[in-house]
C-alpha cells in the first residue's frame, strides 16, 4: 500500500521534475504545464514518517537517502510551481532556465508571449504598481525597497523614510551550498530565512510558506546537481575537496590565470576555493582589508554608468558621531546595517560559471565580461590617482583575463 504510493509519488515527481530541468529560458518552448494537484496534496509529510523500513522490497535501501532524495523534489516542485496563494509568482518567474536568474532577453521574450505573466507585476513593473515595461525589458531589475536605517537620511530630502533599489536576479548557480551570505549585499544567511522573505516581498502570498516548505526549498537548491556547473564543485557542495582553478591551455590563458593569484589586481578580492575571497597583503593594506573579506565596493553604484538615479545619503556614526555624505545610486549594504563604512560595499561575487551568469553586477550594469573589465579600467584608475597604487591594466592583460575566466 505504502509502496504503490511510493510509486506513484515518485513517478509524478520524476517526471515533473524532468520537465522542469528542461526549462531552459534560451529555448522559446511549451510552457510547462501545471499540475492539477498542489504541492502538499501530492507530498504530505506524513506519508514520508509512515515509510516502512521493515518492507521486505526495501531492504538495502538506505531510508534517510529516499527521504531527502524525495525532498529535494518536493523542493524543485514548490520551486517551480508553488504560488502561495499569492499573485501567480513562483520563484521560477525570476529564476528563471539553466543559470536560475533572469536576463533582458527572457523578459523580452517572455513580454511579447505573454504581457500579463506574473513576472510584471509589482516590483517588476517600471512604477512598483503594476504598470509599464521598461526598465525590466532592458536591465531585467526587481525593484526592491529598503526602510533607511535610523542613522542614515537623505539630503535631498529629510523626509524620505523608504528607497527603492533595482537589483539583478542573481544566479543561483554554485551558491546554494557554497555561499554562507545571500543576497548582493550578503544580508541573509539562510536559505529558509531568504525564501521566506522572497515569497513575502514578491509573491504577494495568500498563506505563509511552512518550515518543511522552506526546508525542501533549502534542500533542491543545496542538493539539485543543477545548481552546479562543475562535477567539482558538485562534490565539493557534497564535503569533497575544494576545487582548484584551471591551469590554463593557452598562452593567454596562462597569462590570465596570474591576475587571480594572492595580492594581485583581481586575486586580491576573488581568492580561494570559490574565487570571492579577498587576501590581505600590499593590496589588502591599501584597501583597508584582511584575509577572507567579502563585503568590498568598486565603485558600480557610484560611476553609475546604468545612469539610475542617485541620492546623497547622510549617514551618522552612532558612536562617533562623525557624519558622511555619499552621492550615490545605491548604498548597498549598509541599507541593511546602517554602517557608514558599508556605504556602496556588495559581497564579492563567485566567479565559477560566470560564462552563464551574465549580466553581471548588482545591477546588471554590465552586459558583458568586457563591460565587466570597463568597469575596472574606472575602478583601477580611481585607486591609482586616489590611492596612489598602479593596478592599471592593458588591453593584452584584458583579453588575458576574460580568456582565463571563460574557463571557470
Ligand atoms: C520577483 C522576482 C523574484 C522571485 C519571484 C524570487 N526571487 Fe530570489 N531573488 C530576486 C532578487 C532581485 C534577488 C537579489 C536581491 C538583492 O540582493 O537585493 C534574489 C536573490 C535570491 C537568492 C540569493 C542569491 C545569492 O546570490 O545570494 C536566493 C537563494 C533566491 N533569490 C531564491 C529564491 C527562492 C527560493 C524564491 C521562491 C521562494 C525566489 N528567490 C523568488 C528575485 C526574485
Ligand atoms: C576590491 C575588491 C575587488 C577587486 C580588486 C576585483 N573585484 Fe571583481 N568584484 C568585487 C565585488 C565587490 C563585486 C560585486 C560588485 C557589485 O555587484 O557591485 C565584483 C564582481 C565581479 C564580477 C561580476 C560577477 C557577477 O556575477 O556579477 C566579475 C566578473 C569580476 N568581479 C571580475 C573581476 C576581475 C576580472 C578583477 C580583476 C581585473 C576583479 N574582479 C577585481 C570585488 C573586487
Given at each position: 500500500m505504502q509502496h504503490e504510493r511510493m510509486i506513484r509519488l515518485a513517478g509524478f515527481l520524476i517526471a515533473t521534475s524532468a520537465?522542469?530541468?528542461?526549462?531552459?529560458?534560451?529555448?522559446?518552448?511549451?510552457?510547462?504545464?501545471?499540475?492539477?494537484?498542489?504541492?502538499?496534496?501530492?507530498l504530505a509529510d506524513d506519508s514520508l514518517d509512515g515509510l516502512d523500513v521493515?518492507?521486505?522490497?526495501?531492504?538495502?535501501?538506505?531510508?534517510?537517502?529516499?527521504?531527502?532524495?524525495?525532498?529535494?523534489?518536493?523542493?524543485?516542485?514548490?520551486?517551480h510551481f508553488e504560488k502561495f496563494r499569492g499573485n501567480g509568482r513562483t520563484c521560477a518567474t525570476c529564476h528563471r532556465g539553466e543559470s536560475f536568474d533572469l536576463k533582458p532577453a527572457d523578459v523580452q521574450r517572455l513580454h511579447a508571449r505573454r504581457p500579463n505573466d506574473p513576472l510584471f507585476l509589482a516590483d517588476g513593473s517600471d512604477d512598483g504598481?503594476?504598470?509599464?515595461?521598461?526598465?525590466?525589458?532592458?536591465?531585467?531589475?526587481?525593484?526592491?525597497?529598503?526602510?533607511?536605517?535610523?542613522?542614515?537620511?537623505?539630503?535631498?530630502?529629510p523626509s524620505i523614510r523608504q528607497v527603492t533599489m533595482v537589483r539583478a536576479v542573481p544566479s543561483l548557480l554554485n551558491i546554494t551550498k557554497l555561499e554562507t551570505i545571500f543576497m548582493l549585499d550578503g544580508r541573509q544567511t539562510n536559505l529558509q530565512s531568504q525564501a521566506l522573505g522572497a515569497v513575502n516581498d514578491h509573491a504577494q502570498p495568500g498563506r505563509q510558506p511552512t518550515q518543511s516548505e522552506l526546508d525542501a526549498l533549502a534542500l533542491f537548491q543545496q542538493k539539485d546537481p543543477h545548481f552546479y556547473t562543475?562535477?567539482?564543485?558538485?562534490?565539493?557542495?557534497r564535503g569533497g575537496p575544494p576545487p582548484t582553478i584551471p591551469a590554463g591551455n593557452t598562452e593567454s590563458e596562462r597569462r590570465g590565470r596570474a591576475f587571480f593569484e594572492p595580492d594581485t589586481a583581481c586575486g586580491s578580492c576573488h581568492f580561494g576555493p570559490m574565487l570571492n575571497e579577498s587576501t590581505a597583503g600590499r593590496l589588502g593594506a591599501v584597501f583597508n582589508f584582511g584575509n577572507g573579506t567579502r563585503i568590498r565596493g568598486i565603485r558600480v553604484p557610484?560611476?553609475?554608468?546604468?545612469?539610475?538615479?542617485?541620492?546623497t545619503y547622510r549617514c551618522t556614526n552612532p558612536t562617533t558621531g562623525v557624519v558622511t555624505n555619499t552621492r550615490t545610486a545605491d548604498p548597498g549594504r549598509a541599507l541593511a546595517t546602517g554602517i557608514c563604512t558599508d556605504v556602496n560595499q556588495f559581497r564579492t561575487s563567485t566567479l565559477w560559471g560566470i560564462n552563464e551568469s551574465?549580466?553581471?553586477?548588482?545591477?546588471?550594469?554590465?552586459?558583458?565580461?568586457?563591460?565587466?573589465?570597463?568597469?575596472?579600467?574606472?575602478?583601477?584608475?580611481?585607486?591609482?590617482?586616489?590611492?596612489?597604487?598602479?593596478?592599471?591594466?592593458?588591453?593584452?592583460?584584458?583579453?588575458?583575463?576574460?580568456?582565463?575566466?571563460?574557463?571557470?
Open positions: 520537465m522542469a530541468a528542461c526549462g531552459n529560458s534560451t529555448v522559446a518552448g511549451p510552457e510547462p504545464t501545471e499540475p492539477t494537484a498542489t504541492v502538499d496534496d501530492v521493515d518492507d521486505e522490497n526495501l531492504r538495502g535501501i538506505d531510508r534517510d537517502k529516499i527521504i531527502e532524495a524525495l525532498q529535494v523534489l518536493r523542493g524543485g516542485l514548490i520551486f504598481l503594476g504598470n509599464g515595461a521598461t526598465r525590466i525589458k532592458e536591465d531585467a531589475t526587481i525593484r526592491i525597497t529598503f526602510n533607511l536605517p535610523p542613522n542614515i537620511t537623505i539630503v535631498e530630502d562543475t562535477r567539482e564543485l558538485y562534490e565539493y557542495s557610484t560611476d553609475n554608468v546604468a545612469g539610475l538615479p542617485m541620492l551574465a549580466p553581471y553586477f548588482h545591477n546588471n550594469s554590465a552586459a558583458t565580461l568586457e563591460e565587466v573589465m570597463d568597469q575596472y579600467d574606472r575602478f583601477f584608475e580611481f585607486v591609482a590617482t586616489q590611492r596612489g597604487v598602479d593596478l592599471r591594466i592593458t588591453p593584452q592583460d584584458r583579453e588575458d583575463i576574460i580568456a582565463f575566466m571563460r574557463l571557470l
